[in-house]
């Protein structure tokens, strides 16, 4: 059996090493294209969409991402159709981060996939780890909002601005807080209201 790379741990979600050549390259890759991507007018929207296609893992023929944006690796990011994110949007994407149909990003949210030993000595040997996030379709999530490693969040449900998702939250709800829990289900009597004081 032959030693797996620091790249194949990485995606496997095993123990690995950031810093050696391969994975560094790749994040000094993705930061150049990121910086290229952040530098360009505002009307210079095609141009942006033409970077971020032959950058972003997968996404669908419609979605906007509000400059600046920041992520570590690009190719593991994967949109569906009709995708938004407001400003600052920040992809930790050591591992596969899926965002379905629909999806709504509000103003600075992050997403890490990406996350450390508790033991210290785990820590100072420079070894993290990394978990697949998955996110439904329709799902809005507010504005300020983490999505920790290893986390899925249902179809329809929406995050309050704010929250911590440290744990998964099921489909057609509303969740909010650090950490993030679930407020209430979503029902047909919301179809008669626009706004939701949590």
């Known amino acids: 059996m032959t030693n797996m790379t620091e790249k194949e741990k990485m995606l496997a979600g095993k123990a690995y090493k950031a810093f050696g050549e391969e994975l560094m ?6 930061k150049e294209v990121v910086f290229e991507y952040n530098a360009l007018r505002p009307t210079e929207i095609e141009k942006r969409n033409t970077i971020l296609r032959g950058f ?4 669908g023929k419609n979605f ?3 400059p600046p944006f920041r992520c570590d690796y690009g190719y593991n990011i994967l949109l569906g159709e009709n995708f938004y994110s407001n400003y600052n949007f920040t992809v930790l994407d050591c591992n596969t981060v899926t965002i379905g149909d629909h999806v709504l990003i509000g103003p600075n949210v992050s997403i890490f996939t990406a996350g450390h030993p508790v033991h210290h000595e785990l820590r100072k040997a420079d070894h993290e780890f990394a978990l697949p996030i998955t996110i439904g379709n329709s799902v809005w999530i507010g504005g300020g909002s983490i999505i920790n490693p290893g986390v899925t969040i249902g179809d329809h449900s929406i995050i309050g601005s704010g929250s911590v998702v440290t744990k998964d939250i099921p489909a057609n709800v509303i969740a909010v807080g650090n950490p993030c829990k679930v407020l209430r289900e979503i029902t ?11």
């Open 188 to 198: 047909v009597e919301d179809k008669e209201r626009f706004f939701e004081k949590y």
């Open 25 to 30: 390259r790749e994040r000094q890759h993705a």
């Open 64 to 66: 906007f991402i509000e």
């Open 56 to 59: 972003l893992g997968k996404m």
